[in-house]
């Protein structure tokens, strides 16, 4: 798999939530300056309760009030009582959320990813299906019109838990999203942080969590220089360029 320059896209395997195979990471930018800053190796963190606060602008869903949770409870199976007052489930006009302080207070790197989904052989009749499931969706373009295109994902990663000292709690994994018509008592404590509903699915979200010990919302964690596996380009131009070919026939049986 390549993109159009030519560069190799370094893949690796996530063994995490899913089973996917991943082949490179996205970071959406407004600024072309901020870009440059990710180029360079300043990856921006954010507490995750800045998420659940973020008012979105123009609908492209950067915030989340729904960030943070641990359970999602589905009304028919809620019953809310105070002393003698019960309050029906049939009253209950939404599923309810339960939000964790702990997991609200820690730090997210948040990445697009390009993965394999639930690919697991790609022959020349759904190549194309393949390679669209790789573009970066039109909805993600709301975040931003500048990218940095990380084409080695394993070195990337090798880089961050390398700088994080310790600092990570929670783990590197692809979001687990959830269909919100579903019941759950308690979501897999394990990815804490990484809960979001299907309706952000569109995001092939993958998260780095941390803690830091600091008051501000928002952390930079210094890894080095990333030019040598990464490149500014822009959403639109990622998948124009994006190009995903097949060994010849010959070659597979050498």
């Known amino acids: 798999y390549r993109r159009g320059s030519g560069g190799e896209l370094m893949a690796i395997k996530e063994e995490k939530i899913s089973n996917s195979v991943i082949y490179a990471f996205v970071r959406i930018f407004e600024q072309k ?33 729904f960030e943070g949770i641990v359970s999602w409870l589905q009304p028919n199976m809620v ?14 006009a939404a599923p309810i ?3 964790s302080n702990e997991v609200l207070n820690k730090f997210a790197l948040c990445l697009y990813a390009i993965h394999s ?8 009749e759904t190549l194309d299906d393949f390679k669209r499931s790789l573009l970066i969706h039109e909805k993600s373009f709301g975040l931003g019109s500048y990218c940095v ?5 394993r070195e990337f990663q090798n880089r961050v838990y390398s700088s994080l000292d310790g600092k990570i709690n929670g783990g590197m994994a692809r979001v ?15 990815y804490d942080g ?13 998260r780095v969590i941390a803690d830091f010990e600091i008051d501000d919302d928002y952390f930079t964690l210094s890894v080095g ?5 990464g490149l500014i380009t822009t959403p639109k131009e990622f998948n124009q360029k994006l190009e995903v070919e097949l060994p010849l026939l010959d070659e597979v049986g050498q």
Request: with cysteine; proline share 4%.
């Open 79 to 92: 019953n809310i009582k105070y002393g003698d007052l019960v309050i029906p489930s049939e009253d209950i």
């Open 97 to 99: 959320a339960i939000h």
């Open 176 to 190: 687990n999203y959830f269909d919100e018509g579903l019941h759950f008592p308690r979501l897999p404590e394990k």
């Open 194 to 206: 990484m809960h979001k509903r299907a309706t952000f699915s569109h995001q092939n979200e993958y």
């Open 33 to 65: 300056e901020h870009a440059e800053c990710f180029l360079r190796g300043d990856l921006r963190f954010g507490r995750i309760r800045a998420y659940k606060a973020y008012v979105d602008k123009n609908g492209e869903q950067r915030g989340d009030p």
């Open 149 to 153: 295109l990380i084409t080695n994902a």
């Open 225 to 229: 220089d990333l030019s040598d596996i």
């Open 117 to 124: 989904g639930n690919t697991e052989t790609i022959t020349q």
